[in-house]
């Protein structure tokens, strides 16, 4: 087995190597086969360019990070880098991000023009209030005369739909 030192450098090291994709599924499973916890996670995403900040957020559902990788996912999120976000709305966020941040996470990636094929669990965790949120959404976007995007079509239809007005 690679020592710390050795693995974590072939992680750095990991896009000089290899083109892109290969270097990101490299990196991935250098994180698997070590079994990186929280704080090794922490340092490689915050000392990583975006290449390793994405392997690191992509990887996540595989480590033994439990709810403290969190805050990476939040960070990723605060950026405007789509690849970034496309990594950050995965499995992990699917399971770890309460209801309020992941509707921010969806509409996000509209805002910013990433799929919402990449929202791991749309369709499981769609509510209405995600749909409120898409529907004030469109209708900003129209009234600023800009397009709606169609993903947000897309997303709408996997919202149940809101409950019938009580009657008077």
Not at 35 to 46: I, N, Q, S
Not at 103 to 110: G, N, W
Request: hydrophobic share 50%.
């Amino acid at each position: 087995m690679l020592g710390t030192e050795n693995w974590e450098a072939a992680f750095t090291s990991a896009g000089r190597h290899a083109g892109r994709d290969a270097a990101d599924a490299a990196r991935a499973e250098l994180l698997r086969a070590a079994r990186a916890g929280a704080d090794t996670v922490a340092r490689l995403y915050h000392r990583g360019d975006a290449a390793e900040r994405r392997a690191v957020l992509r990887a996540l559902p595989d480590l033994p990070v439990g709810d403290a990788a969190r805050p990476l996912v939040e960070d990723a999120l605060r950026t405007n880098d789509p690849r970034l976000i496309a990594a950050a709305v995965g499995p992990y966020a699917a399971r770890h991000l309460d209801q309020h941040l992941w509707r921010h996470a969806v509409l996000k990636c509209l805002f910013i023009g990433v799929p919402v094929t990449a929202v791991a669990a749309l369709a499981d965790r769609a509510d209405t209030e995600l749909a409120r949120m898409l529907t004030a959404f469109a209708a900003e976007r129209t009234a600023a005369g800009r397009p709606v995007p169609p993903d947000v079509h897309h997303a709408l239809a996997l919202c149940p739909p809101p409950a019938p007005a009580p009657e008077v």
